[in-house]
Nanobody
Framework: QVRLVESGGGLVQPGGSLRLSCAAS????????MGWYRQAPGKRRELVAA???????DYADSVKGRFSISRDNARNTVYLQMNSLRPEDTAVYYC????????????WGQGTQVTVSS
C-alpha cells in the first residue's frame, strides 16, 4: 500500500524559512498533480500550491512570491520551499498526489506541523 511520507515541518521565527518534502513509499503509476494543503485550527483545509506533471505551478494568493513548489517525477517526490514565513502560515501541512491511472485516486500524507512564532 502506498504511503506518502512528509518531513521538514517545525518551529520557525517570523521571516524564517522551511522546506517540506513528501515522498511516496512505492511507485505510483500515473500522477497528474502533486500539491500541498494546509489546515489551521478551526479552519478548513485549503490548497497552498500544486504542480502538474508538466511542471506548471499554481499558488494560493496568500503565499505567492514566498512559497515555491517543485517535484521530482523519477522519485515521486514533491517539495515546498517556504520563505518569509508569517504567523498566519501556522498550520498542519498535508501533501497530496492525484493518481489518474489505472484509476483516479487521491493519496494524502499524514500531515506535518508548521509553527511560525517568535
Amino acid at each position: 500500500q502506498v504511503r506518502l511520507v512528509e518531513s521538514g515541518g517545525g518551529l520557525v521565527q517570523p521571516g524564517g524559512s522551511l522546506r517540506l518534502s513528501c515522498a511516496a513509499s512505492h511507485s505510483i503509476s500515473r500522477i497528474s498533480s502533486m500539491g500541498w494543503y494546509r489546515q489551521a485550527p478551526g479552519k478548513r483545509r485549503e490548497l497552498v500550491a500544486a504542480i502538474t506533471s508538466g511542471g506548471t505551478a499554481d499558488y494560493a494568493d496568500s503565499v505567492k512570491g514566498r512559497f515555491s513548489i517543485s517535484r521530482d517525477n523519477a522519485r515521486n517526490t514533491v517539495y515546498l520551499q517556504m520563505n518569509s514565513l508569517r504567523p498566519e502560515d501556522t498550520a498542519v501541512y498535508y501533501c497530496n498526489f492525484k493518481q489518474i491511472l489505472p484509476y483516479e485516486y487521491d493519496y494524502w500524507g499524514q500531515g506535518t506541523q508548521v509553527t511560525v512564532s517568535s
